[in-house]
């Protein structure tokens, strides 16, 4: 239905409900449950029905669905209640009234560019993690839209912006110490200290992540993404991103553990363990500062990336080339997470697809040739693997065989394959991220397989 159809069904359901006589309605058994209601805010609701209720989701829909801003900034479910309480505050001003579906269209539409409005603000997402050890000279460390301090670094740079009261850094700062600090009188400054130190936790380094225009539901969903793929930018300088990235973790996904097990078997028994998310960041043998300095175009390619991601608002200088690097490093990051290797494996080769523009395997060695000036028949790996044996091993068994449930060859062990994609990918992210940095007239991924 169209949207002046909706509105006709909306204001003939309206009409509907506020008769004398009340609508039909049935308790769902074994469930609690109400009559249809519309919200009008404070708690209070406008009598509904059922075809009115599901009118208003599905005018709400193709609004939501008609813009790339709202589909970028708003949950499909945060939209919808927009939209539930946009109508029922605007059909309780009619009273009685028999609406013009013209005019609610009109209001409903003024009402939500309201709010939408008051919701496109700057808002800040803190998170605690562990990312480098024992070289506070590091810090901070920008990418894109994502910042990192050390706690005590980042406390110092609020108090100085007037962002924390005197009473809240102070306490802050000895409960980071390891000090006890006495229960504080409920209030907004109590919200704020409990929630900071919450979010942080134990964790030596802050991570900021600055949003605009996002929803609430998105601006976590969306600022938990972008820090991840932080993190994994900055593993690249490493031989082994997958070791390093052991290292660099949020606490929001999970604290140190150490996982256990045990196994029987004819005549003995044994037993084993690991520990996940470690917590410590990542070390290095040279000075972080100088390490950071020299993979910058790297992390300045990236944080265009990030930040088109998490302000949907910004002008984006360079859409297709952000959209393929964004793609191509999430999938790196979900090839360094993987237990499983063959998983790994493909979404290794997704990522070096993403970076060739969707051109397969054919698409990943136009990409090696030209930005590294290997050919097929050349070697790409140490042990003298070509190319095209590397590439077609990786792309067919590794990702379409796979994919496709053709695989002969999963009870394998993938765990070689794996380090061949990973390092693969790792050099093709760090090359195509220096050459874009470098050339900003690039505008497509295809023009990087061009000598």
Not at 96 to 125: C, F, M, N
Not at 169 to 190: M, Y
Not at 345 to 357: C, P, R
Not at 387 to 402: C, E, K, L, P
């Amino acid at each position: 239905m169209t949207k002046s159809e909706l509105l006709g069904q909306i204001c003939a359901e309206f009409e509907r409900a506020q008769t004398s006589d009340p609508v039909p309605w049935t308790p769902t058994p074994g469930r609690i449950s109400f009559p249809p209601q519309l919200p009008v805010g404070n708690g209070m609701h406008l009598d509904a029905t059922n075809e009115l209720l599901a009118a208003v989701k599905s005018y709400g829909d193709l609004v939501h669905q008609d813009s790339v801003l709202l589909r970028s900034s708003f949950s499909t479910k945060e939209f919808s209640s927009m939209v539930r309480l946009a109508f029922g505050r605007t059909l309780e001003s009619l009273g009685t009234q028999t609406p013009d579906p013209d005019q609610l269209g009109r209001a409903v539409d003024q009402a939500l560019e309201t709010e939408i409005g008051a919701r496109t603000k700057d808002v800040v997402l803190l998170l605690g993690c562990w990312l480098f050890e024992d070289d506070d000279d590091a810090y901070p460390v920008n990418v894109g839209p994502v910042t990192f301090h050390t706690r005590i670094g980042w406390l110092d740079e609020q108090a100085t912006a007037g962002e924390l009261s005197s009473i809240t850094a102070r306490r802050l700062r000895r409960q980071w110490s390891g000090e006890k600090v006495a229960r504080r009188k409920r209030g907004f400054d109590q919200d704020k200290e409990s929630g900071i130190a919450d979010a942080v936790d134990r964790c030596p380094v802050v991570c900021a992540v600055r949003t605009h225009g996002l929803s609430i539901d998105l601006t976590e969903q969306k600022g938990l993404l972008a820090a991840r793929l932080a993190m994994t930018a900055l593993a690249l300088p490493w031989a082994d991103p997958q070791v390093a990235l052991e290292h660099m973790n949020l606490i929001y996904d999970g604290g140190p553990r150490n996982r256990h097990y045990a196994i029987a078997y004819e005549g003995g028994f044994g037993s084993g363990s690991s520990w996940v998310n470690l917590p410590r960041g990542q070390s290095s043998i040279q000075s972080l500062a100088e390490v950071l300095t020299v993979y910058r175009p790297t992390f300045e390619v990236v944080g265009e990336a990030l930040e088109a991601y998490v302000n949907p608002h910004a002008p984006v200088r360079r859409p297709k080339v952000s959209n393929a690097l964004f793609l191509s490093l999430w999938w790196f990051h979900q090839g360094c997470r993987e237990a499983s290797d063959q998983m790994a494996v493909t979404a290794f080769a997704a990522s070096l697809d993403a970076l060739a523009a969707g051109g397969h395997a054919g698409g990943i060695k136009r990409l090696i040739k030209a930005r590294l000036g290997l050919e097929g028949s050349d070697a790409l790996m140490t042990d003298g693997r070509t190319t095209s044996a590397v590439i077609n091993g990786v792309y067919d068994s590794g990702r379409s065989r796979f994919i496709h449930g053709s695989s002969n060859d999963y009870a394998e062990d993938w765990g070689g394959r794996r380090g061949t994609a990973r390092a693969v990918a790792r050099l093709l992210l760090l090359q195509v991220t220096h050459w874009l940095q470098t050339h900003p007239e690039v505008v497509d991924m295809k023009e990087l397989q061009v000598a």
